[in-house]
């Protein structure tokens, strides 16, 4: 679980402006990302905090096209990962398990195998039913990830550590470890994008194949971040309240866990660092 992308409005930390923060849970640590710089860290086996950081790769010139900017956010924030884990090799990723990276295999088949048989026999409305199967099978891997209670906890520890920055809180352990800007508010949007995505797919298209989903994944990917960035221009509508309803509710009851002070303690390094670094090159 992640959370939204930052893009670039951000100012230092020195500016009455807070800057907008995103991040990622990873097994031992966190990751937090800025506008334009990441920082790590992670519990090395021996006891001790590890701590990278680096500049960001820029998302180009789709930053400014609705749609699009979402896929490059997206992208420039999984794009990050690799120079983490290349950066603190102590880290271990989310999806670093071999049951996760099973179900991922099998979440894959299986909604491939969905897909033939409904495209083969399924009216419109089974083909609709398929597809929302799809969507569920394809949470699995996230679910099984976060069996692991260090990952939930490095999860909460990161929603905490964030809102206390933006909230000037006097410490992380005060705040909630739910968070509005979570990835996992993405998830009702993408799904309903996704529903009628392959709706108007079928519609257009006689027998679609893998690329004609995975276009229609990415469209759904796009509207689902900006309907999300919406809703936080728009924070306190009934709208836009509505919409995050899943999302902590899919965070209270299995995304987040309270963490420890120890895992406080790496997430208050993550955070300092980016702060650091985005101060030095502001």
Known sequence: MSEDAPDTRGQSPSDTEKLRLGGMALRNGLLVHGPTHWAAACRRPDGEIAVASGRKPRAGATESIPALRGVARMGQAMAVVPLARRALPAARLPFEDRRVLGAMVVAGAVGQLLRRRAGRTGSGRGRTATEAAVAAISVLPSLIALRDGDLAAYHGAEHKAIAAYEQDAADASEVAKEHDRCGSHLLTPLLVSNLVG?????????????????????????????????????????????????????????????????????????????????????
């Open 198 to 282: 392959g709706a108007l797919l079928r519609a257009a298209v006689r027998r679609p194949g893998p690329v004609h989903h995975a276009l229609v994944g990415l469209g759904s990917v796009g509207i689902a971040v900006e309907v999300f960035a919406w809703a936080e221009r728009h924070h306190d509508s009934a709208a836009a309240r509505a919409l995050r309803v899943p999302g902590h509710e899919l965070q209270r009851a299995l995304g987040t866990r309270e963490p420890t002070e120890g895992q406080l303690e790496v997430a208050r390094a993550a955070l300092a660092e980016t702060l650091r670094v985005e101060g030095e090159h502001a």
